[in-house]
């Protein structure tokens, strides 16, 4: 079994930055990919971005490229996101994902229902 606990969701202005934090507790194989997505009032959930845990293969969404980071700290089992340029429409509850299995391709995650979740945390961009 793993765990996922959110941290960093707050308030910011618009081009603003942000850094989410995800602490996965558990077994946390060699094989795993972790994501985030994000999930808006009245709207379905969004793949964000993903990271291989081994070698640190990056995969985004079209939406946050070049604006957001996802990076991971294998001593803490830890993944970040690192969020700048913030705009109003990246407003949203932000949850982070587990999926053991995908090994090398990270993208995978984005078209399957991740095993493991997190309870998620918001983040608001003002205008």
């Known amino acids: 079994q793993v765990q996922l606990v959110e941290s960093g969701g707050g308030l910011v202005q618009a081009g603003g930055s942000l850094r989410l934090s995800c602490a996965a507790s558990?077994?946390?194989?060699?094989?795993?990919?972790m994501g985030w997505f994000r999930q808006a009032p009245g709207k379905e959930r969004e793949f964000v971005a993903a990271?291989?845990?081994?070698?640190?293969?990056?995969y985004y969404a079209d939406s946050v490229k070049g604006r957001f980071t996802i990076s991971r700290d294998t001593a803490k089992n830890t993944v970040y996101l690192q969020m700048n340029s913030l705009k109003p429409e990246d407003t949203a509850v932000y949850l982070c994902?587990?999926?053991?299995?995908?090994?090398?391709?990270?993208?995978?995650?984005?078209?399957?229902?991740?095993?493991?979740w997190g309870q998620g945390t918001q983040v608001t961009v003002s205008s």
């Open positions: 990271i291989n845990w081994s070698a640190g293969i990056t």
């Open positions: 994902a587990a999926e053991p299995g995908l090994g090398y391709r990270p993208e995978r995650i984005a078209t399957i229902f991740p095993r493991y």
């Open positions: 558990g077994r946390t194989f060699s094989t795993y990919v």
